[in-house]
């Protein structure tokens, strides 16, 4: 029977994957590291959980940094776009 801990990592696993297949995905990259660091918090953490909650995390991350570089660099084409429009 697999631990609370490894059920938490795969969730995180899954919502980092997730975040990246669908469009907007912020929220599901927040829940893959609110989910991960739960995993990683149990008392029972085997290595194997741990590694999968890494991962579900590293994704969640990756995905909110590249949505920064992305606002980043086109938000101001987004709004002279929009003046444009008026």
């Known amino acids: 029977m697999k631990s609370m801990s490894s059920k938490l990592a795969l969730v995180s696993l899954f919502l980092g994957i997730f975040s990246f297949i669908h469009l907007l995905g912020i929220?599901?990259?927040i829940l893959a590291i609110i989910f991960g660091t739960w995993a990683l918090k149990e008392?029972?953490?085997t290595p194997k959980s741990n590694k999968?909650?890494?991962i579900g995390i590293s994704l969640g991350l990756l995905y909110l940094a590249a949505?920064?570089?992305?606002?980043?660099?086109?938000f101001p084409k987004l709004i002279?776009?929009?003046?444009?429009?008026?």
């Open 67 to 74: 949505i920064a570089v992305i606002v980043v660099f086109y």
């Open 52 to 54: 999968v909650a890494w």
């Open 27 to 29: 929220e599901k990259a």
């Open 80 to 86: 002279l776009l929009l003046e444009k429009l008026k």
């Open 43 to 45: 008392t029972i953490v």
